[in-house]
């Protein structure tokens, strides 16, 4: 590969892509309160789309009611939702992008306490210190059959690939970590019976799509937490399912004590830039290093032929060359960087070289499930209006 090896194409499964940038699944916070497609999220798609990316990824889609993870979080759990997905996929296709459908479930993840939160056992979620009821075998049952049907609609609405989120600690990653799951049964126990779920889903998805549609997958290779999964095991797991056809993995964390560990501050951002953007917080605060899940994508390579996508704090086009002329991974996952520019592609095609305009404040995060999700830096006047709604916030 050469200098822009970022923009060559590269093939997932049969299917190639026209580069090797990704965007990455983020939550939009723009589906009705049902979770069904609305016109601003077909529109969002279709800007992501035209900015020449090699694939798109959904942000998470909750496979049944009791998934969800947060209000206007898109749905694929029943196929009332598949003609509004369609919308989307066709008007990501007509700008000549690709799109796969992100399938989750929220365990006891969930910030929605309405619904019925279900968990491997009745352990607190890391991060949100909330017990659910433990599954039974029906319950499992359930939820994988669940997972058959969203890639079954999400097939149906147009979707050129599916991708799993068995990362970050939602349901996939609760079972995967003998923190979350004390199950004695054929579940839980020891480390094949935890993983035994991920496959599970893997296979109910494979056999719903069929073998020529690309299944790739976000796995939670290493918990965040004390006492939990660690990155041999991850990989060993990463290997199994390779060998069972996924197509392409995402490392990242599993468990989680705060989203922060997955999405770090201030990514590569020294202080002089700080000053230049008004971002105070990162005079007291230490940056993130670039790529910082990189060290996932070399142990599974080592270990696997399996194609890897690196995500988590790729900024730079110098960053991202050397990734993939070192075969360290084969795709570039970005999230962040992708709310702040969607045409982010079209400019690196024209030759734009250095770091990305996202600065990684993580204020478009803030405001998942309440407002749709929008770069807050991009001007002057819309870092004012975040600044007005801390204030009144705080007042209230």
């Not at 059959?145 to 097939?155: E, S, T, V, W």
């Not at 050129?160 to 068995?166: E, I, K, R, T, Y």
């Not at 070192?326 to 024209?350: H, S, W």
Request: net charge positive; charged share 20%; aromatic share 6%.
């Amino acid at each position: 590969m050469n200098a822009e090896s970022y923009l060559l194409p590269g093939n997932i499964g049969g299917l190639q892509l026209r580069n090797r940038l990704i965007r990455a699944a983020t939550a939009e916070s723009m589906a009705s309160d049902s979770g069904a497609v609305t016109a601003e999220l077909v529109a969002f798609y279709r800007t992501l789309a035209r900015g020449g990316a090699g694939l798109l990824i959904t942000g998470h889609m909750y496979v049944e009611r009791r998934g969800r993870y947060n209000r206007k979080q898109t749905a694929i759990c029943g196929d009332e939702h598949v003609q509004g997905l369609k919308q989307l996929t066709r008007a990501v296709h007509q700008e000549g992008g690709l799109i796969f459908a992100e399938l989750a479930h929220a365990g006891s993840q969930s910030l929605v306490e309405a619904d019925d939160s279900i968990a491997p056992s009745v352990v607190p979620n890391a991060m949100w210190n909330r017990s659910s009821r433990e599954m039974s075998e029906d319950d499992i049952e359930t939820t994988l059959a669940a997972f058959g049907a969203a890639a079954r609609r999400a097939l149906d609405a147009g979707f050129d690939g599916v991708h799993l989120h068995g990362g970050n600690g939602y349901l996939i990653s609760q079972f995967a970590s003998p923190v979350s799951n004390r199950r004695t049964d054929g579940w839980g126990g020891d480390s094949q019976r935890r993983w035994r779920f991920l496959g599970e889903v893997y296979q109910r998805v494979r056999q719903a799509v069929g073998g020529k549609v690309p299944v790739t997958a976000r796995i939670g290779i290493a918990d965040g937490v004390a006492d939990g999964v660690t990155s041999s095991e991850g990989v060993t797991a990463v290997s199994a399912l390779r060998a069972r056809g996924l197509d392409a993995v995402e490392p990242t964390l599993g468990l989680m004590a705060s989203y922060l560990q997955n999405v770090r501050p201030y990514v590569a951002i020294g202080w002089a830039r700080a000053v230049r953007s008004l971002i105070v917080p990162r005079l007291w605060t230490r940056a993130a290093p670039e790529a910082y899940y990189r060290v996932f994508a070399r142990q599974i390579k080592r270990a696997s032929d399996i194609p890897v996508i690196v995500v988590g704090g790729v900024r730079s086009t110098a960053v991202m060359a050397d990734i993939l002329d070192a075969g360290e991974a084969d795709f570039l996952a970005l999230a962040r960087p992708f709310i702040r520019e969607p045409d982010l592609p079209n400019q690196l095609a024209r030759g734009r070289k250095g770091k990305v305009d996202c600065v990684s404040c993580n204020i478009c995060l803030s405001y998942d499930g309440k407002r749709p999700v929008q770069c807050w830096r991009s001007d002057l006047l819309s870092l004012a209006r975040h600044g007005w709604h801390q204030i009144v916030r705080v007042r209230a």
